[in-house]
């Protein structure tokens, strides 16, 4: 997939996406803003926050920036920010998540829901979250990824094919995803019905210089 499929899918989706994604994975995005254990002032980033339902569980006092590719869905997020009066909230920009346009180490904890499964380089996603991420800092996902039982990955790697028109790959693996990323995971919980999907907390072992320098060289 490509941005200009995602962002077509996801113009699709909006209108009805809260009501179809909305109950079926709230239980994940309650449990990863749990782990995320925030602290008053904490400065957090959440990529691909879509329409915003995670954003009314975020406590009071950290400060929050969402980005998201698509405009349809993150204009839905600045409806759900202005009618819940949602202060903590400080940013909704629409950005690439994959090429982020903030400084190094921005935040305290940078976190993606329902997101590695759908960008087109998830190793890049890994990259541009670590480098806006202050070193020891939290990298937290949730997603769902191919299935261990043969039956179920094999139904998954069927419908593999309609990835373009799902908007998300069905088959992702989540072996080949932390061999690709190198992420130290910390923890590994699965969440939402019969636990199909998994909640990572990592942590950004990055140095201060060492991310940033790569990256202004690679640039």
Not at 168 to 176: A, G, K, V
Not at 190 to 210: D, E, F, M
């Amino acid at each position: 997939m490509d941005i200009d499929v995602i962002q077509r899918v996801y113009r699709r989706y909006a209108q009805g996406y809260d009501f179809y994604f909305g109950a079926l994975l709230q239980p994940g995005r309650k449990a990863i803003i749990e782990k995320m254990h925030c602290r008053p002032d904490d400065r957090i980033l959440e990529v691909g926050v879509g329409t915003g339902l995670s954003l009314p569980l975020y406590p009071p006092g950290v400060r929050v920036t969402g980005i998201d590719i698509s405009r349809e869905m993150l204009a839905r997020a600045h409806v759900r920010k202005t009618r819940l009066h949602l202060d903590h909230v400080t940013a909704l920009r629409l950005m690439n998540a994959e090429s982020m346009q903030f400084p190094d180490d921005s935040f305290d904890k940078v976190v993606a829901m329902y997101v590695v499964s759908v960008v087109p380089c998830p190793a890049r996603l890994v990259s541009e979250m670590r480098r806006v991420c202050r070193p020891g800092g939290e990298l937290f996902m949730v997603n769902h990824f191919r299935h261990a039982n043969q039956v179920v990955g094999g139904l998954e790697r069927l419908v593999a094919p309609l990835s373009r028109l799902l908007g998300f790959h069905p088959d992702f693996s989540l072996e080949n995803f932390l061999q690709e990323t190198g992420l130290d995971v910390a923890e590994r919980i699965p969440v939402n019905v019969l636990g199909y999907w998994t909640l990572l907390r990592a942590r950004n072992g990055k140095t201060a210089t060492g991310l940033g320098a790569s990256r202004t060289a690679a640039a």
